[in-house]
């Protein structure tokens, strides 16, 4: 048993190793050199496994030293796990990042360029593309853009997807603004609450999955948004064109499906990582094909690329490809083909984890404790005699997120855990899709964090 163990261990370390990862490796100073020593040493137990396990038997402190080498191999393998998947999360974000940089500066430039012309114009920038391209990504780059924040008096972030509910979108403006939840209820309160607060301040307001094609359930809320500063901008995302049109977009950026070079280029990156350029030649091919079905779409290469990086036989990739679930007529109209052919492939205790999450509405900022506490009490997460049930949530979590089923993780500032996430609209969708029968999800009036 301890021989097995070690073995695994002296796997992880080569791995480690041999990933050629090492600008992120050494981001711990030091830590190449801490597994060189590692591997030295347990190198040398394995040596003399054979002759321990033979004399356990009738030497007790051998018996007690093996048992003392299992505690110590299984705390070492759980720190190597964590490790590996702490270094997989920093390579897709790096990529995605590189991927989505190429329209950041039109859009700043748009944001920062000065007063508006005439009186009472606001201008309003639409960035507009398919689900899953990137919209999101890009607008939140914008927004948190070093620059863009110094520019602005206020910076106001609004989920508003389908439908336009007036009322809600101003009191979540309102609540932006004030930093608390308002109490009123009528629309004109509401309003004239959001004129008083923005009154020749400058602004930054994004409005996030915009769907209403009716002009009527925007111009109420624009008219009062006119008092701002002349500086002040509105961002829109949108997956129709004739929404930005509808918004009285003064530019419309339109976000274009990757290149087949750009996408095999951020799923190459993800999923063969690690590997050696022999095993990398036997997957290319099936990679191609898999990355061609993605259609440019970043989201859908992202969640592959996640879904293959664990992956290793060719077989393994090939029945990705040869899923029926891209020919799905459902998933083409509701649900993203991709994140379907990935949650299938997610062990079953995972599944269950994922789908609890349908309970949110669509941009709830999710506590990570709490929904590990939350899987908790429903019993959701699979005993491990080595480790707490927290831990093995905290695993679960990562492995969630690594597959891009959650997103905007926010970190401590003092040791970088995660603290907040939230669900990308297109799996949000997924998890509803597949839960529809079972359960239902409450709006509420602030959306809060869970």
């Not at 997989?88 to 940089?101: G, P, V, Y």
């Not at 039109?106 to 391209?133: E, Q, R």
């Not at 336009?164 to 101003?170: A, L, P, Q, T």
């Not at 929904?371 to 005993?383: E, F, G, R, T």
Request: negative net charge; proline residues 2%.
């Amino acid at each position: 048993m301890a021989e097995a163990v070690v073995s695994t261990i002296l796997g992880q370390l080569a791995s480690v190793l041999h990933q050629h990862v090492e600008e992120e490796v050494r981001l711990v100073v030091g830590v190449d050199e801490e597994v060189k020593n590692l591997t030295s040493n347990f190198q040398a137990i394995g040596s003399v496994l054979e002759d321990a396990e033979c004399k356990q038997v009738k030497e007790k402190a051998v018996g007690d030293w093996l048992e003392k080498l299992k505690d110590v191999s299984y705390d070492i393998e759980d720190v190597l796990d964590e490790w590996n998947t702490a270094i997989q999360k920093l390579r897709i974000n790096t990529a995605t990042e590189n991927a989505s940089n190429a329209s950041k500066m039109v859009i700043k430039n748009l944001l920062l360029s000065g007063s508006s012309n005439g009186p009472t114009s606001l201008p309003t920038i639409s960035i507009v593309g398919l689900g899953g391209i990137g919209k999101t990504t890009l607008a939140q780059q914008v927004f948190n853009d070093h620059d863009v924040t110094a520019h602005f008096d206020m910076k106001i972030w609004v989920c508003v997807s389908d439908p336009f509910d007036k009322i809600r979108i101003g009191k979540a403006i309102l609540e932006s603004i004030k930093k608390d939840a308002p109490t009123c209820n009528e629309f004109q309160t509401v309003l004239e609450n959001i004129h008083e607060s923005i009154t020749d301040m400058k602004f930054l307001l994004v409005l996030e999955d915009v769907w209403t094609e009716d002009s009527s359930k925007w111009e109420q809320l624009k008219n009062c948004l006119k008092y701002g500063s002349k500086e002040s901008r509105v961002l829109v995302t949108t997956r129709n064109r004739k929404v930005a049109e509808v918004m009285g977009s003064t530019n419309v950026i339109e976000v274009k499906m990757l290149s087949d070079d750009k996408c095999w280029s951020l799923f190459s990156q993800i999923s063969f990582r690690g590997r050696n350029s022999e095993e990398c030649q036997k997957l290319e091919d099936v990679g191609k094909r898999i990355v061609k079905k993605c259609k440019g779409l970043p989201l859908a290469v992202k969640t592959l690329a996640g879904l293959l990086c664990f992956r290793k036989t060719i077989e393994e990739w090939q029945s990705v490809l040869d899923s029926e679930m891209w020919e799905l007529e459902e998933a083409e109209k509701k649900i993203f083909a991709p994140l379907l052919i990935s949650y299938f492939y997610l062990p079953s205790e995972l599944k269950r984890c994922f789908l609890y999450c349908a309970i949110f509405p669509k941009d709830y900022k999710i506590s990570k404790d709490r929904l590990i506490k939350s899987w908790m009490a429903q019993d959701y997460l699979k005993p491990n005699q080595n480790k707490d049930m927290e831990l093995i949530g905290k695993e679960y979590f990562e492995k969630l997120a690594m597959r891009s089923f959650f997103q905007d993780l926010t970190r401590d500032q003092g040791d970088g855990s995660i603290i907040t996430c939230k669900m990308h609209d297109m799996v949000h969708d997924l998890a509803q899709y597949l839960i529809k029968n079972e359960c239902f999800n409450v709006e509420v009036d602030d959306i809060g964090e869970f």
